[in-house]
Structures are given as structure tokens and as C-alpha cells.
């Protein structure tokens, strides 16, 4: 098994191959508007950091957001194209999902508030439960302004970029400055951990979520209306 994970719904453009049992090689680039451009390479770096080709991967998994339209998109149209090609089964995995698993992976346990930057002064948010078996998501993805959220969410220890950009409102940090008995929460999606929950998720037999992208609303940019043709008469 070579599970190819590749995730484009936050800051990070991030690349990882998964072997079944662990993560064995991962590429991200930080880079909030150039997600077409660093795909690519981050691919192909991490098939050379595990010494592999295109042709030893078995399957994909896609960060299915909610994220910005144009990043999410890149993504997902990426790791179809990927699996096409190669003729390989291709699932899609919700990144807030991916974030509380890293987060999990890290030792937090109990509530837990994703929330990453949907722009436009807002975030997307869930809420998760974290034990010792896993993670459950309780509620969400919402898209919402930081403030508007329900107060029992806010209170709640967070992972994603919602409080370093809303930290009058998420006043928890997700860096391990305030966080939880000094668990160092993720800031960004992994497509590491994304692959890692996505395996762990197929040997249980679980669903996975499908491959429509979850964009919550509306694209920024839209296409213009057709202009009306002069008729002659």
C-alpha cells in the first residue's frame, strides 16, 4: 500500500504518501494564493523522499475542505487527475477531520474546536470529541464570523489559524501558548495526517466523505452574465 494524500483547503499546499503503517515521506509549502504553482513539485518531492514513482502509488485521498473555492479546487482536481491516469481509487476526507486527527495524534483529548480561515473575516468551524478511541465530530463545518459562534464552542481548545487571526474571540490558543497541559495544537491541514486517518478509516471499514467539495457558500468570483445580442430588424 502507497496512499498518496494531498490536501490545498488552508495555507498549506501539503503532499504525503502513507505506506499503511506510517507516514514516509511529506512536502508542504505555506503559501495562501499560489496553490497551483507548489502542487506539483510538493508531489514529486515526496515521491522522491520515499524513493518512489507515480506507479507504485495505490490510491488517493483528498482534503475535501470547506476552504477557499480556488486552493480547494486545485486540490481535489489534482488528486482526481492523479488517480485517473493511473487508473487508482480515489476517496475524499473532510480537512477539519484531518486537523482534530492531528490533534488527537498529539495527545489532546477531550473538546476540541477546529476553526481555519475562510477569509473574508470569517472561519470554518466544527466541534470534535477526542478519546482514547478516536475522533468524533459533534457538530459543523459551519462558516461563521469567530464571534458569532456558539459561546460553548469558543471556550473550547483550538486548532487551525481562527485564533491567531480572531484572538479576541478564540482566546485559546492553537500554537501551545495557552493551550491544553502544553499540547502544541496544528495550525494547518497535513496531508500526513490526512492519509493517516483516511487509512485508519479504511481498514475499520468506515465511510469516508465522497469527493464533493465542501465550500459552505458561494465563490468569490463568479462568471459574468452573457450579454444580450442586438437584433436587427
Known sequence: MLIL??????TAISVALHDGDRVVAEATTLDARAHAEHLAPGIRAALDEAGAEPRDVTGVVVGIGPGPFTGLRVG???GRTFAFALGLPVHGLCSLDALAHEAWQSGHRGGLLVATDARRKEVYAAEFVLDAAGLTRVAGPVVSRAAELD???RALPVA????LLYPADLARSADGAGGPS???LPLDVSAGALADLAVL???AGDPLDGLEPLYLRRPDVSSAPPSKKSTLG
Do not use: M, Q
Not at 494524500?5 to 488552508?10: E, K, L, M, R, V
Not at 487551525?160 to 485564533?163: F, K, V
Open 5 to 10: 494524500g494531498i490536501d490545498t483547503s488552508t
Open 76 to 78: 481535489i482536481v489534482s
Open 151 to 153: 459561546g460553548s464552542w
Open 160 to 163: 487551525g489559524r481562527g485564533p
Open 182 to 184: 502544553g499540547i502544541r
Open 201 to 203: 478509516r479504511l481498514a
